[in-house]
């Protein structure tokens, strides 16, 4: 074999072999647009191959679903956390692709939702819409409000039948929970513009659901405001309350804007860097709210607010679920409609929302 024939069967054994190994190295490069590969371990074949609805292409959606960076989260007991139950219980079932979480506690107090927001402890959280607007004003837009997900839950609850309008609340003692939160500032402004005022005309006791539902059942006469379930509660519990007043229908009254009171938001950072993540939250709690608003599937809501704490029991989940207005607003529509909301509670006390409007960019607008 002659110098020049060897030398031509090295050329072509290298580049075979570069030819074969560059065939792996571009598989893995980034497609058109930008996006890393679904998965460095699965066969790089088994997504195209998979026929719609087989079992292999269910498999390819579990396991998209299992690269996403889930969020941890916190949900509010009460209405501003009954839309979740469902979403809870999917995470918590044996099929992977229904996660949308990493891990989720319940809490009874917005505060601890906020210092758990604010901290990074969690990712997402459901929250009073003005609290949501306070921690964005005072963390200099680390808050993205994702969905508007209750409507106006308040009522004014008596042990009489004296209180037939706001006026009649004049010279009353109201116990009251929601102190810095929607509930505030929503009383206040009903009282506001029925030409009470708060700090002279009525005192208001500020106390926890449980405390109020003790006063209640142990005195004569009393009155007092409350959120749903927790109204609920206490409409079962003593025959001898009344509900005497609806505050959304109070504050419609006086207002064009609806009562926007719950939310669900995100950390803005986690937002950044985990878009898709946050988009297949919204799917399936929108899947979830709408489960849960369904009438066809009261028994079985019921059961779960009930399972995961967020009503004291089935029974009051039952009668409450229907009353907590739940919604699930994005996009414009959200931002409008919290848009002008806030523009109510900002004209009566800037403090309400944190001092100030929030920017667009505190909405989630994608």
Same mark, same amino acid.
């Given at each position: 074999?002659?110098?020049?024939?060897?030398?031509?069967?090295?050329?072509?054994?290298?580049?075979?072999?570069?030819?074969?190994?560059?065939?792996?190295?571009?598989?893995?490069?980034?497609?058109?647009?930008?996006?890393?590969?679904?998965?460095?371990?699965?066969?790089?074949?088994?997504?195209?191959? $998979?026929?719609?609805?087989?079992?292999?292409?269910? /498999?390819?959606?579990?396991?998209?679903?299992?690269?996403?960076?889930?969020?941890?989260?916190?949900?509010?007991?009460?209405?501003?956390?009954?839309?979740?139950?469902?979403?809870?219980?999917?995470?918590?079932?044996?099929?992977?692709?229904?996660?949308?979480?990493?891990?989720? $506690?319940?809490?009874?107090?917005?505060?601890?939702?906020?210092?758990?927001?604010?901290?990074?402890?969690?990712?997402?959280?459901?929250? /009073?819409?003005?609290?949501?607007?306070?921690?964005?004003?005072?963390?200099?837009?680390?808050?993205?409000?994702?969905?508007?997900?209750?409507?106006?839950?308040?009522?004014?609850?008596?042990?009489?039948?004296?209180?037939?309008?706001?006026?009649?609340?004049?010279?009353?003692?109201?116990?009251?929970?929601?102190?810095?939160?929607?509930?505030?500032?929503?009383?206040?402004?009903?009282?506001?513009?029925?030409?009470?005022?708060?700090?002279?005309?009525?005192?208001?006791?500020?106390?926890?659901?449980?405390?109020?539902?003790?006063?209640?059942? $142990?005195?004569? /006469?009393?009155?007092?405001?409350?959120?749903?379930?927790?109204?609920?509660?206490?409409?079962?519990?003593?025959?001898?309350?009344?509900?005497?007043?609806?505050?959304?229908?109070?504050?419609?009254?006086?207002? $064009?804007?609806?009562?926007?009171?719950?939310?669900?938001?995100?950390?803005?950072?986690?937002?950044?860097?985990?878009?898709?993540?946050?988009?297949?939250?919204?799917?399936?709690?929108?899947?979830?709210?709408?489960?849960?608003?369904?009438? /066809?599937?009261?028994?079985?809501?019921?059961?779960?607010?009930?399972?995961?704490?967020?009503?004291?029991?089935?029974?009051?989940?039952?009668?409450?679920?229907?009353?907590?207005?739940?919604?699930?607003?994005?996009?414009?529509?959200?931002?409008?409609?919290?848009?002008?909301?806030?523009?109510?509670?900002?004209?009566?006390?800037?403090?309400?929302?944190?001092?100030?409007?929030?920017?667009?960019?505190?909405?989630?607008?994608?």
């Amino acid at each position: 074999m002659n110098h020049e024939t060897m030398n031509l069967r090295k050329f072509l054994a290298a580049l075979l072999c570069v030819s074969l190994l560059g065939l792996p190295l571009s598989a893995c490069q980034k497609q058109p647009g930008g996006d890393p590969p679904a998965s460095s371990s699965a066969p790089a074949s088994s997504a195209s191959t $998979s026929a719609p609805g087989d079992a292999s292409s269910s /498999a390819g959606s579990s396991s998209a679903a299992a690269d996403l960076i889930l969020p941890k989260a916190m949900f509010l007991s009460g209405p501003t956390g009954v839309g979740a139950a469902k979403l809870l219980a999917d995470n918590e079932d044996d099929d992977p692709s229904n996660d949308s979480l990493d891990s989720f $506690s319940i809490v009874d107090a917005n505060d601890q939702v906020v210092a758990a927001l604010n901290s990074g402890e969690v990712d997402i959280a459901a929250i /009073a819409t003005n609290m949501a607007a306070t921690l964005y004003n005072r963390t200099d837009g680390n808050i993205t409000m994702l969905a508007v997900n209750t409507y106006g839950v308040l009522y004014i609850l008596e042990k009489g039948e004296s209180v037939q309008s706001v006026a009649d609340l004049a010279g009353k003692t109201i116990y009251a929970t929601g102190q810095g939160a929607n509930p505030e500032y929503i009383l206040n402004y009903v009282l506001t513009q029925n030409h009470l005022d708060p700090a002279a005309d009525v005192t208001i006791q500020w106390l926890t659901p449980q405390e109020i539902t003790a006063k209640m059942s $142990s005195e004569d /006469a009393g009155v007092c405001m409350l959120p749903v379930p927790a109204a609920t509660g206490l409409l079962l519990k003593d025959s001898g309350v009344r509900q005497a007043l609806d505050l959304s229908a109070e504050w419609d009254k006086v207002s $064009s804007s609806p009562l926007a009171m719950g939310c669900v938001a995100v950390r803005t950072a986690f937002l950044k860097e985990n878009p898709d993540s946050v988009a297949h939250f919204l799917d399936c709690y929108e899947d979830s709210i709408r489960y849960m608003s369904d009438p /066809a599937n009261l028994d079985q809501a019921a059961e779960l607010v009930a399972q995961y704490g967020i009503t004291a029991n089935a029974a009051i989940a039952k009668a409450a679920i229907p009353q907590c207005n739940l919604a699930f607003l994005t996009g414009d529509e959200m931002r409008d409609t919290i848009q002008n909301y806030f523009s109510v509670l900002n004209s009566a006390n800037p403090d309400s929302i944190g001092g100030a409007m929030p920017y667009d960019d505190f909405y989630y607008l994608p």
